[in-house]
């Protein structure tokens, strides 16, 4: 049946029409923003998924600008270290070259010093950003590392934390602690001191003392060994009496000794005795019945001095001081070692991060891009198959438009 009043062809070339006008408008968008999920309304469940991983695109961006920041502060500080470490290796050589007896004192002290001065240089030039951890001035850093998003979509930030290396020199306090010796030598300032023991049977006792100064929580006792080295820092408890009050405790000498003697033991050194008697206060005997001689040094650090506080005490003019040099500058080779390797340690924490944190970066990148990125290639083909059917559908809506003008001729 014809009629001029309902026409259902154009009716149904106007819709197929608009369908392929939509699908075209939508293709077309594809093709302009790169996207097939460009606003909410286009799917709202992933837009929201990828606007929550885009923050912590660009959270981790920042993260990466924090990661360098701190990697280049470590990196000077474990340069500076290294760097201490030369120069005092450099010392070493000095203080070796001072135990002769024929030598020009004066000149070998001269070194010393100027080798301290370069120290000290280096140590107030390693700073980053206005932070120098090597100096004493910072206790640390703390390196934003990463973003942690738990499955209920709380966020929590993680850090790297950077201890500070106290390498300065200054506020070395004298005090005085050791006594008697028969087969070594104690500095003039009683701070050092350097014990021979020979071999099958050699012996010598060393006393801890008072001192000149009283004792306080962090002063610390250092002793060398064969190599090995052990060490004793002061605490609260230690310098308090103990009924708690607040007086100094007179046994601090053994107290010391005591935790001294079990790190040694502890060491386990061949053929060496460490004997502690409570009625000789604070004194150490120790016995060699090796077969290896055995150099027994030690070295007294006050709790305000720096890492390398000990500097000051150095002094090769005399051949007393000369043999006493020998143990503190071993114990500040080994405080500037162990600052460099912590350093070193961190560095490459925060390296391996960084480059996890890049990684991590590119690939939530690339999810984000699967979830929302049009597929160029598909649209395209896309683009030109809705033209045509769009051409087809205007002309198929022109063609049902003139169905009624063909029912005049059924008036003529």
Do not use: C, H
């Not at 107030?124 to 990463?146: C, E, H, P, R």
């Not at 028969?182 to 006393?207: R, W």
């Not at 610390?220 to 080295?229: A, F, N, P, W």
């Amino acid at each position: 049946m014809s009629s001029i009043l309902t026409n259902n062809g154009a009716m149904v070339a106007l819709q197929t029409l608009k369908a392929i006008n939509s699908d075209l408008e939508k293709t077309q968008s594809e093709i302009s923003t790169g996207k097939t999920v460009a606003s909410a309304k286009d799917n709202a469940a992933v837009w929201s998924i990828s606007k929550v991983m885009e923050s912590d695109v660009a959270g981790f961006q920042a993260i990466s600008d924090s990661l360098a920041l701190g990697e280049s502060t470590v990196a000077v500080a474990r340069q500076a270290a290294e760097s201490i470490t030369d120069l005092l290796t450099e010392m070493k050589k000095t203080i070796v070259a001072g135990q002769e007896e024929n030598v020009d004192r004066a000149t070998l002290q001269t070194d010393v010093e100027a080798l301290i001065d370069q120290i000290e240089s280096v140590i107030s030039a390693a700073q980053f950003n206005g932070l120098n951890l090597v100096d004493g001035s910072a206790s640390g850093a703390t390196i934003l590392s990463s973003l942690d998003r738990d499955s209920s979509g709380d966020v929590s930030a993680s850090t790297i934390t950077v201890g500070a290396q106290n390498l300065s020199t200054g506020d070395y306090t004298a005090n005085d602690v050791f006594a008697s010796s028969t087969n070594g030598t104690i500095s003039n300032a009683a701070d050092t001191f350097v014990l021979s023991l020979d071999a099958a049977g050699g012996t010598d006792t060393i006393e801890l003392q008072d001192g000149t100064n009283a004792w306080a929580a962090g002063d610390k006792i250092t002793l060398q060994i064969g190599g090995e080295s052990v060490s004793y820092t002061l605490t609260e408890d230690d310098v308090l009496d103990a009924d708690g009050d607040s007086s100094p405790d007179s046994s601090i000498p053994d107290v010391i000794a005591l935790g001294l003697k079990n790190a040694i033991d502890a060491l386990d050194i061949d053929g060496l005795s460490v004997s502690y008697d409570s009625g000789t206060p604070g004194t150490l005997s120790f016995t060699n019945d090796g077969t290896v001689d055995l150099t027994v040094s030690g070295q007294y650090t006050n709790a305000d001095s720096g890492g390398l506080g000990a500097l000051a005490s150095i002094d090769v003019s005399t051949e007393a001081g000369a043999t006493a040099a020998l143990s503190t500058i071993e114990t500040l080779i080994d405080t500037a070692t162990a600052a460099a390797s912590a350093f070193g340690s961190v560095e490459g924490r925060i390296e391996t991060q960084a480059d996890f944190v890049s990684k991590l970066t590119d690939a939530m990148k690339s999810g984000i891009g699967s979830l929302v990125d049009a597929d160029m290639e598909e649209a395209s083909a896309r683009l030109q198959a809705l033209q045509t059917q769009q051409q087809l559908g205007i002309q198929a809506l022109s063609i049902a438009n003139q169905q009624p003008q063909n029912i005049l001729a059924l008036f003529q």
